[in-house]
């Protein structure tokens, strides 16, 4: 025969001769004599009035701790920027908001080295590509072409900026007079 122990969770479930038991007992009436049930009262009236006591001293000690702070001039607003005050104060000395500083002062050193180092590359690019003979030759392209835009527009002799010359050609077309619509006077009828 095997002996197996059986705990709370391998119990079987009740049955209906259980369910009549457990109804049947009522709990709030416990195995107690008249003189333990009259004792068991008496301690808690006395609890209860020792609560009450308790409770009218820490009231008169609230409010003589109140009258005390009005006397020193401490308002719920200064106690509370006091508190905020101390709070900040303890968060940035604790070791994970010095970490976390520390941490935060390196990467913006580093990103502001990468963007200067970026800068430095970008300018170096610019002047090597300044340089560079195919910039030269666009360069020299441009400068031919507005040259030949001056002489055109204002004649060999006529200098001036590149806004002057392209103003000046603005007015040059602005002015001119369509030819083909022009008729001779003999054809007109009087």
Not at 50 to 70: C, D, G, P, R
């Amino acid at each position: 025969m095997e002996t197996r122990q059986q705990g709370f969770l391998d119990s079987e479930p009740l049955r209906e001769a259980d369910e009549e038991l457990v109804s049947e007992v009522n709990l709030n009436n416990s195995i107690l004599t008249e003189e333990e049930r009259e004792e068991i009262q008496q301690e808690l009236a006395k609890l209860e009035e020792e609560i009450s006591t308790l409770k009218q001293v820490l009231s008169s000690k609230e409010k003589q701790h109140s009258e005390l702070k009005q006397k020193l001039g401490i308002t719920p607003l200064s106690e509370l920027k006091n508190n905020f005050s101390r709070g900040w104060h303890d968060m940035q000395t604790s070791t994970a908001y010095k970490k976390t500083s520390e941490t935060l002062s390196t990467a913006g050193q580093k990103t502001t080295a990468a963007f200067s180092n970026l800068g430095n590359a970008i300018t170096r690019k610019f002047g090597d590509m300044r340089n560079s003979p195919s910039f030269k030759s666009f360069e020299e392209k441009v400068e031919s072409t507005v040259y030949s835009i001056k002489t055109k527009v204002g004649g060999a002799g006529t200098g001036g900026s590149f806004e002057e010359v392209l103003s000046s050609a603005a007015n040059a077309s602005s002015q001119e007079t369509p030819t083909n619509n022009l008729t001779d006077s003999s054809e007109r009828p009087c």
